[in-house]
């Protein structure tokens, strides 16, 4: 598994963002949810915040739209990685 600026150099977050992880895989539903919409709440808007997830977050993508936060999300080694920031 890479480590957040390798998974930041592969979306279209800018590149001089602040960064902050959090791993969501162990989780049980909707911890996910909730800690990453928590932890976006908490960290500056210059922050870009890497979610690990044991799977796609399909439930937070509408939170986030709505929220007005940009994301994309791919698999690495079997660890659905989600970049979310804002511009």
């Not at 279209?12 to 963002?17: V, Y």
């Not at 960064?19 to 709440?41: G, H, I, M, S, V």
Request: proline share 9%; net charge negative.
């Amino acid at each position: 598994m890479a480590d957040a600026d390798t998974y930041l150099a592969r979306t279209d977050a800018p590149i001089g963002h602040a960064r902050d992880t959090l791993d969501a895989r162990e989780l049980p539903p909707p911890q996910p949810l909730k800690n990453t919409l928590e932890r976006l709440e908490a960290i500056p808007e210059s922050t870009a915040l890497v979610q690990l997830n044991d799977r796609r977050p399909q439930h937070l993508y509408p939170r986030l739209e709505e929220r007005g936060y940009r994301y994309e999300t791919f698999e690495d080694d079997g660890v659905s990685v989600t970049v979310i920031w804002s511009e």
